[in-house]
């Protein structure tokens, strides 16, 4: 599986962007596409997760309300969708997916096989 990553760049305190990852290759029907971030000196973090089966979303307490996973399948394209975004959402957001990943672990980084580029958010106050 690949996967490109695109949409980041610098916003305001307040503002909005739309993060998108397209996926290519083989894919299962346990398929699950995720977005991580990673700030300056801290560990890689959960944000937002879409699963094939059911079609299920998960977003991390700490952007729920302001972030949104959705997913194109036409296009097998998700996005992630940054409202109210705050200087605390500065942080390179990584797109990843995993075809066999188990629901305990769909928050953990280490269970993904598949990482697409880093793409740079940054929010100034």
């Known amino acids: 599986v690949q996967l490109q990553a695109s949409g980041g760049g610098l916003v305001q305190a307040g503002g909005s962007l739309r993060l998108s990852c397209a996926a290519s290759?083989?894919?299962?029907?346990?398929?699950?596409m995720a977005w991580f971030r990673q700030a300056p000196g801290k560990e890689r973090e959960f944000v937002a997760a879409w699963r094939r089966n059911g079609g299920y979303t998960y977003v991390a307490d700490t952007v729920k309300g302001r972030f949104t996973i959705s997913r194109d399948n036409a296009k097998n394209t998700v996005y992630l969708q940054m409202n109210s975004l705050n200087p605390e959402d500065t942080a390179v957001y990584y797109c990843?997916?995993?075809?066999?990943?188990?629901?305990?672990?769909?928050?953990?980084?280490?269970?993904?096989?598949?990482w697409g580029q880093g793409t740079l958010v940054t929010v100034s106050s």
């Open positions: 290759g083989a894919t299962s029907s346990r398929f699950v």
């Open positions: 990843a997916a995993d075809n066999s990943i188990i629901l305990s672990g769909l928050r953990d980084f280490v269970q993904y096989d598949y």
